[in-house]
Nanobody, 120 residues
Framework: VQLQASGGGLVQTGGSLKLSCVPS????????MTWYRQVPGKQREWVAR???????DYNDFVKGRFTISKDNAKNVLYLHMNSLKPDDTAVYYC???????????????WGQGTLVTVSS
């Protein structure tokens, strides 16, 4: 399966963006869905994650500002980002733990990343 992340762009401090991650290919089911981000020269860090039951978890630096959600029918993942700060500037990646070749065999899949730039 391939994941297509989109929605990034240039926004001013305090602005909002909505990221999407759209899968292509056969998926039996998806377990955890996660948004990560990476700044050049730094390690990739998780931003928000969503369990297959819909339980959301956020890294401290985005709590109260970002909301993760999904379209269960289409396995599309979203990240609603509000009150953006320059420190949020990064390439954002989606990641799925998904069963694609067998209903009980799960593997990890990465999207290609979408750049978010927040100007001060």
């Amino acid at each position: 399966v391939q994941l297509q992340a989109s929605g990034g762009g240039l926004v001013q401090t305090g602005g909002s963006l909505k990221l999407s991650c759209v899968p292509s290919g056969k998926i039996y089911s998806v377990d955890r869905m996660t948004w990560y981000r990476q700044v050049p020269g730094k390690q990739r860090e998780w931003v928000a994650r969503l369990s297959n039951l819909g339980a959301a978890d956020y890294n401290d630096f985005v709590k109260g500002r970002f909301t993760i959600s999904k379209d269960n029918a289409k396995n599309v993942l979203y990240l609603h980002m509000n009150s953006l700060k320059p420190d949020d500037t990064a390439v954002y990646y989606c990641h799925y733990d998904a069963a694609t070749v067998h209903p009980l065999i799960f593997s990890g899949f990465w999207g290609q990343g979408t750049l978010v730039t927040v100007s001060s």
